[in-house]
């Protein structure tokens, strides 16, 4: 044997502090792409759930129009917290607006389990917002994906006047001002119904951004895995529009 082969010869370096962050982000990687991805062999909580992204959107319009007309089905919530004890399958996520007069489970007819919904004041995606509809796309294959704004917005009527009169809001409103400011200037530069042109590009917007939100969103609606649609809830009528 050459003494390079030795036994003593061979030395065991210990990981540097580099080396080991390297390691366990490979390694968080590799878990979350496993058990993100993978199917569970179990049967889903609601069998009813499993659907592909067009027939999801149309439960969910199917459910609007029932609401509008004020048919809305009653729902057994009981047996709902039973089988859904163990896990969850919603068919439908919903990006919505916080404001107190919007809600989804309601506008879409929907029992507990059905809709994985996200809220924030002007319903855009922030990151923890993506965060959580990548969770609900990857681990809860969730085929579809609402940006849900809605008319009167005050999220956005309030940063069109911030950006009108040039003074910054109180507290931690700013934060709302810059992540809606685009859609707002956009509308300025158009003209015409302000208000309702930015509600609507903020609602497209929000779309691209996670349609093309990598790896998880983007690589999903590129395999056909999912869609992201935008609409609009009217305050009077209860009626939800497609935006496109």
Known sequence: MCDNCSDHSIHLRAPTRRSAMLLTASSVGLALSGAAFAKDSKAPPKPENVLSPDAALKRLMDGNARYVDGVSRRHDFKHEREALASGQNPF?????????????????????????????????????????????VAVLNCPFILVLGHDACGAIDATLKALKDGKPLPGHLPSLVEALAPAAKAAQQQGGDVLNAAIRQNVLDTVARLKSAAPILEAAVGQGKLKVAGGAYRLATGKVDLVS
């Open 92 to 136: 439908a996520a919903v990006l919505s607006c916080a404001d107190s007069r919007i809600a989804p489970e309601y506008a879409f007819d929907t029992g507990r389990g059905d809709l994985f919904v996200c809220r924030v004041a002007g319903n855009f995606a922030g990151t923890e917002t993506i965060a959580s509809l990548e969770y609900a």
